[in-house]
């Protein structure tokens, strides 16, 4: 009887740290599109990663697949140029998707169908049409689709947030966010990018989806998912002879029943900038960069300056954030990357463009 007693235990432990165990394990992704210029971010810090590992780079073009392969010494069997045969022959948990904005809906309903989930650069889409249809594929499979944000991983951003959220900055009422850089060829944005993110179809438009998407973002979960009650946009090329086809200079007006954010998105800084400013009746915080933050509290005579709280480490970039949801570490609901808010995003950044286009202010009511 004795061994039978010792085995039970035994099987009981294993079965108990199985999922933990598992858990532990790298997703397998599978990068698709190489046209988006920040998957070189991504393949930089690959190497480092202990929480994916890529099993395929699908990219049509094979001259710029050819340059990939060179420039970060990857293995050449990684690379296909069909999305279907590749999602069959590698089974991936989740793709991450480099193509053109437009390009998103269809990759994101290939990998639906096989039932893999997928994290896009941002915005999530081009239009309300194609939004609404990747909605429909994530409920339809259950898979996770997930936006990325360079500004999500900003511990600046995280604490401005959290203050809002536990009341700290009273009611915010007034909402400032500045996005932006001198404009995508003037810092030198490859020529596989260039072609689409100045096209007012592959891309959505020009500063006012680049770079309003940010600001929308950060206010839809500030304002904890609302859906605004209007939006008013402006927006003009100031820069024609390199920008013929789309905006450069943006300015987004979205109105709540007691707050109003302003977004501006342009490539006509004279430096780069994503930065946030929160107004309460309790206080203000503005961010500085990734990492730190200005604030000052009713009653207080200055400005507190200092380096924000760090954030929790499955959510501090990406990958650590993609694999933490895939493991059912963390819920991608009402956050910065989510589906659900990023519908509200697209239909901000819908209706700014329907704005500038009109010269009205829309109005705006929640999706069914």
């Not at 990663?49 to 340059?67: F, G, K, R």
């Not at 999602?87 to 290939?110: F, G, K, M, Q």
């Not at 700290?168 to 400032?176: I, M």
């Amino acid at each position: 009887m004795t061994p039978v007693k010792l085995r039970l235990p035994l099987a009981l432990l294993f079965l108990a740290f199985a999922p933990v165990l598992r858990a532990q394990q790298p997703i397998r992704v599978a990068i698709v599109g190489l046209v988006h210029g920040h998957v070189k971010g991504f393949l930089r810090d690959l190497p480092k990663s202990t929480d994916a590992q890529l099993v395929a780079i699908v990219e049509p073009d094979t001259a710029l697949a050819a340059n990939y392969e060179k420039q970060f010494s990857l293995d050449h069997s990684l690379f296909h140029t069909d999305l279907e045969e590749t999602l069959n022959s590698t089974h991936p948990d989740a793709v991450l998707v480099y193509t053109t904005i437009l390009d998103h809906r269809r990759v994101i309903e290939s990998a639906a169908r096989h039932h893999i989930s997928s994290m896009v650069e941002k915005p999530l889409a081009t239009t309300m049409p194609d939004t609404l249809a990747i909605r429909d594929a994530a409920k339809r499979y259950n898979v996770h689709v997930l936006v990325n944000y360079e500004t999500t991983w900003y511990s600046s951003n995280a604490e401005a947030l959290s203050l809002a959220a536990n009341g700290k900055l009273g009611d915010v009422r007034k909402v400032v966010v500045h996005d932006g850089h001198k404009g995508p060829k003037e810092i030198g944005v490859g020529p596989e990018w260039l072609p689409w993110l100045t096209d007012p179809v592959r891309n959505g438009a020009g500063a006012l989806f680049d770079f309003g998407c940010y600001g929308a973002d950060l206010t839809t979960v500030l304002m904890h998912g609302e859906t605004p009650i209007s939006v008013t946009a402006s927006a003009q090329t100031d820069k024609p002879e390199i920008y013929p086809h789309v905006d450069d200079d943006a300015t987004i007006i979205v109105r709540y029943p007691k707050t109003q954010a302003v977004l501006m998105a342009s490539w006509n800084w004279s430096f780069d900038r994503k930065d946030m400013e929160l107004y309460g009746t309790q206080g203000t915080i503005f961010t500085v960069g990734p990492s730190h933050a200005r604030k000052r509290f009713l009653g207080e005579s200055e400005e507190q300056t200092g380096t924000s709280p760090s954030l929790p480490a499955d959510q501090s970039g990406s990958l650590k954030y993609l694999a933490a949801v895939l493991h059912g570490q963390v819920k991608d609901q009402g956050d910065l990357s989510s589906l659900d808010t990023n519908l509200i995003v697209m239909q901000i950044l819908d209706a700014a463009r329907t704005s500038v286009q009109t010269g009205k202010t829309v109005s705006l009511k929640p999706l069914r």
